[in-house]
């Protein structure tokens, strides 16, 4: 880690009340006495003061806090300074700080000193990242627990479980049967087999995650002209999509962010299906294709009230679903256009009128039943991101080769269950690996 002074914009761009320009490095308190035009300041007060150029010209007029090493985010010396936040305040301050040998941070530098200093693991900075990124209540709760280090704990148990497992399994090779304690293999084997079940279901649980931080995929589909976008104007509120009698108006994926109950819901109207010769339009089958594929839950829109085999249902048979336990994606039936239809033949089906704006409640609580079953608890969930799902899914191959050698050759499979362990570590950063850190820090936006 260099010890160069850097700065960054801790606050939001662009025009705001207040902007918050954080500076990070060593022995800042002679710069902070002269800045703040006081000979003794104490750490941790704010002080109000008029920030001058070299020139002595103003600046801006400010409050300015110092944090002494090591009580600080970063664990280095910091100085907050809080300016009006108009861009040409912050551009004159940046200025200034360079010209005293500082330089602008990089992204994510603040939380890789931080990590550095021993103040958060990378856990904990996933859950930081995750917690940057929230929009939504559940989002919210899922990354605060994570960046308090909830998901840490739950990583240096295990990595702490299979140390042991794997010197008892050395300990087994090189000492007799008697210094050893009772049915010792019997235990490593028990115990290496919850962890694998316990990483399995973590694993399983990814998509639960996924839909949790970067939202509930919901897509809406079916034939031409049934009313999928009239539909999703209702939904989102707003008349985002065209909607025409003309069969095949929506030929690309139109998608829309909504809050349902604090989860995040990426709603998505697409191309109706249909055989047609039309090249754009096929183009655009394709992507409801592809839209299905990763949904969460997919509303069929129908404007009949016939039956409509291979919906029923959690039977539905498209897409991948939340829940890896389940092969088909969770769906609802929907029949729109119902002020036209005389029957109500299907007991699994909302009824609707977007022309009315009937049925459009009974949409929402059914949307609401199925996302609180997938997701309800999930906070508990450890937050998993690419990087942890590749190091938890080599730490689950790892145990299961273990499992594999078990009969007899502890050498082998203490190995293994070794480097189980340093998978673990990667996720937590006790052992770095400059590729891990870096996909870890690049998620952070500067000044953080
Ligand atoms: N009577 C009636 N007409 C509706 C209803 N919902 C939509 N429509 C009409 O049906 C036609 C098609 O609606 P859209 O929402 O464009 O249908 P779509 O499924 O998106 O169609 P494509 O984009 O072509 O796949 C329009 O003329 C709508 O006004 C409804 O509930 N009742
Ligand atoms: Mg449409």
Redesign the pocket.
Known sequence: MNNDTIFALSSGFGKSGVAVIRISGDNLQEFFCTISGRKNPEARTAYFCNLRDNNGDLIDQCIVIYFAAPASFTGTDIIEIHTHGAPAVINKTFEFLSAHNMRMATPGEFSRRAFMNGKMDLADIDGLAALLDAQTEHQRQFALKSMLGGDSEIYATWRNQMVEIAAYAAAVLDYDENDLPSNIDKKILAQTRELHSEIKTTLSRYNVSRAIAHGFNIVLC??????????FNKLVGSNR??????????RDVISAQIDIDGYLVNLS?T??IRDTSDKIENMGIDRTKLEIDSADLVLH?FADDLPHPGTNDDSAPLGRGTASDRDAVAGVIVI?????IKTRNNKNAIY?????DTGIDELLSAIRKKMHSILDGAENNLVINARTYKLLADTEHELNSALATFDGNYDIFAEHVRRAADNIGKILGTITATDVMDATFSQLCLGK
């Open positions: 079916g034939e031409t002209n049934v009313g999928k976008s009239s539909l999509a065209i909607v025409s009698d003309i069969a095949g108006t929506t109207d191309a109706g829109i729109n256009k119902s002020d036209e609707t009128s977007a022309k009315n």
